[in-house]
């Protein structure tokens, strides 16, 4: 069977690559892009401003109940983001387009908390500033779904997107030409999921991200630790936004030296910049927890390495995850491949949490009823420290080695995602 091929473009610049879409476009971006990334902040503020606020609610069954149904939609919402942002990229970009959405989204993390910071202590209108804030985000959030409804596009639907590569053009090509409707949605469903859990890519990925997420999770922990050491609220949260600035940046930093390095190892590259990310874990976590003396006369050596480690340790969804997401299945299914693993990845590190707590009270004799955090506990802080360590070194080094099969069964699992479109095409 003839197969429709298109030369190979010029890539585009990472960062304007609507400048060749077909679609609606401000100041030469595309309009599509421009509201993904105010999605993307939406999102990340509407994360964050319920801890911001911990102090102001307290433990209201309403908010709880409410949080949650908003769980619902942030589940929704983020998978389709991500599979946006996949099929608005070549093969060769992702991970730049990948890494400008978390930078992107990561200035609406930090201005969501500072909003519910400064709104939490006052009352606006005889209602509670937290409140005005939650209000004002959806609010926002409101309006740009609005407009992400009439003026997005999706990439797929642009007649002679030049974005699509040969090998992104030919899985699109096999999979959407002719292809009859499915006789049940829920059976094309299954089908779908069937086919995306059996990706032995998928399930690796998974894997080491169910073991990836136990020290991203650990983290939250880190503001207690600094209290613990005697830092105040203002230095403490200092250097929690160094860290939040530095893993912003990495991912962006990471996604661009992968899109360049996967031009010349196509098969490994990003395999590489991934094992490279989990492995400077390690180092960083040994000289920030047990190097470094727990004084608050270091705030500069913590700020320092903690804004290093952002930038080192944050690759591995931007260089790697993602973009090799894109590869493995057809277009259509790229929305469900992301929804699955942030299920499967979510689920799990609900549970690092208590396991750090577990760790640090039973292996290390943290006391929580003798420690009193306005004060600070040596002690305490050496016992937390420890366990922070345990729940870091251990899974960044066991990521490490999780991604090694990658490098024999990536190439593979991407040529059976063009192979599987062909055979489609073949019966319809």
């Not at 109940?65 to 990229?89: C, E, H, K, M, T």
């Not at 230095?235 to 860290?243: G, T």
Request: with cysteine; proline share 5%; charged share 15%.
């Amino acid at each position: 069977m003839a197969m429709r091929h298109r030369a190979r473009s010029t890539p585009s610049s990472p960062l304007t690559p609507s400048s060749t879409m077909r679609a609606k476009k401000i100041f030469g971006f595309s309009v599509s892009l421009v509201l993904i990334n105010l999605a993307s902040i939406m999102e990340r503020a509407d994360e964050t401003l319920l801890p911001a606020v911990y102090k102001e609610v307290s433990a209201a069954f309403k908010v709880a109940f409410w949080r949650a149904v908003n769980g619902l939609g942030l589940a929704i919402v983020i998978p389709a983001l991500q599979s946006f942002i996949a099929d608005s990229y070549k093969d060769g970009t992702r991970g730049a387009g990948f890494g400008l959405l978390s930078l992107i989204g990561a200035v609406g993390g930090i201005g969501g908390s500072i909003l519910a910071t400064i709104m939490a202590g006052n009352d606006y209108w005889g209602l509670p500033g937290w409140r005005i804030a939650f209000i004002m985000v959806a609010i926002v959030s409101l309006i740009i779904g609005i407009l992400v409804y009439l003026y997005a596009t999706d990439p797929r639907k642009i007649p002679g997107n030049h974005l699509l590569d040969d090998d992104d053009y030919e899985r699109l090509h096999l999979t959407s030409k002719d292809v009859l409707p499915p006789p049940s949605i829920w059976r094309d469903s299954l089908v779908a999921t069937r086919s995306v859990m059996k990706v032995r890519t998928f399930q690796i990925i998974v894997l080491q991200g169910i073991i990836g997420s136990l020290p991203w999770t650990a983290v939250v922990f880190f503001t207690m630790w600094f209290e613990l050491i005697g830092f105040d609220n203002s230095s403490s949260a200092a250097l929690n936004s160094l860290f939040a600035i530095g893993c912003a940046s990495g991912a962006f930093l990471g996604g661009v030296i992968a899109d360049r390095l996967s031009r010349h190892y196509p098969d490994s590259a990003r395999v590489m910049c991934a094992q490279f990310s989990a492995f400077m874990g390690i180092p960083f976590s040994w000289i920030l927890l047990t190097v470094i003396p727990q004084s608050v006369d270091y705030w500069y050596a913590y700020a320092v390495t903690l804004f290093f480690m952002g930038i080192t340790i944050s690759w591995c969804a931007t260089s790697a995850n993602n973009p090799m997401f894109a590869e493995v299945v057809p277009p259509k299914h790229r929305t469900m491949i992301y929804a699955f693993d942030r299920a499967f990845e979510g689920s799990f590190a609900s549970l690092a949490a208590p396991a750090v707590g577990l760790v640090t009270e039973k292996i290390y004799g943290y006391d929580s009823k003798t420690v009193n955090l306005a004060n600070g506990s040596a002690e305490g802080a050496y016992a937390l420290s420890r366990g922070l360590l345990t729940m870091m070194i251990v899974p960044f080094g066991v990521c490490v080695l999780f991604y090694s099969p990658l490098y024999l069964v990536f190439k593979h699992d991407r040529e059976n995602a063009k192979l599987s479109s062909f055979k489609n095409q073949e019966v319809v």
